[in-house]
């Protein structure tokens, strides 16, 4: 049974042989539903015509990553942006944090891979509604949580 996608805001439900009446987030007053009204896709159907591809801008600098339709994930390597050229200065200082849904199977293979290059796991977590986290450090010091689905609740499995 394929796992459907809403074509708006990516949110991915649990599997099943039709796709929900509608998406929970898309109904929330903050989002939206397209005028064309709620659509649906699969992975099946998207890995059919689309494929990840990662693209620098500006290489060495910084990379840009569209999460779904509408999000963009900003990576800044921090020595470039703090010269303030072209744009003024910025950066933080001190461990950032961000964290990355994967599946609750890859959970072990994610482990073994980053242990196997030399990856120290600080911490793992198992959160009260379900879901695990893993986390570890990337090379400027920010804290990585790779979470698998289950931990907030929400409709999407997350
Ligand atoms: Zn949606």
């Given at each position: 049974m394929p796992n459907f996608l809403c074509t708006t805001c990516g949110t991915q439900y649990a599997e099943s042989d039709q796709p929900p009446a509608t998406c929970a987030i898309c109904q929330d007053e903050r989002q939206y539903v397209k005028a064309t009204g709620q659509q649906w896709t699969t992975l099946d159907k998207l890995r059919l015509t689309n494929r990840n591809s990662l693209k620098f801008k500006e290489p060495g600098r910084h990379a840009f990553f569209q999460v779904g339709e509408a999000s963009v994930l900003l990576a800044f390597r921090a020595e470039a942006t703090l010269?303030?050229?072209?744009?003024?200065p910025h950066g933080a200082t001190g461990p950032g944090h961000f964290a990355l849904g994967i599946a609750a199977e890859d959970l072990d293979g994610w482990r073994k891979l980053l242990q196997g290059h030399g990856?120290?796991?600080e911490k793992e977590v198992g959160w009260p509604r379900g879901g695990k986290s893993l986390y570890f450090r990337d090379p400027a010091g920010n804290s990585v949580e790779l979470v698998t689905p289950g931990v907030w609740g929400l409709p999407s499995g997350w």
């Open positions: 010269k303030g050229d072209p744009l003024p990856v120290t796991i």
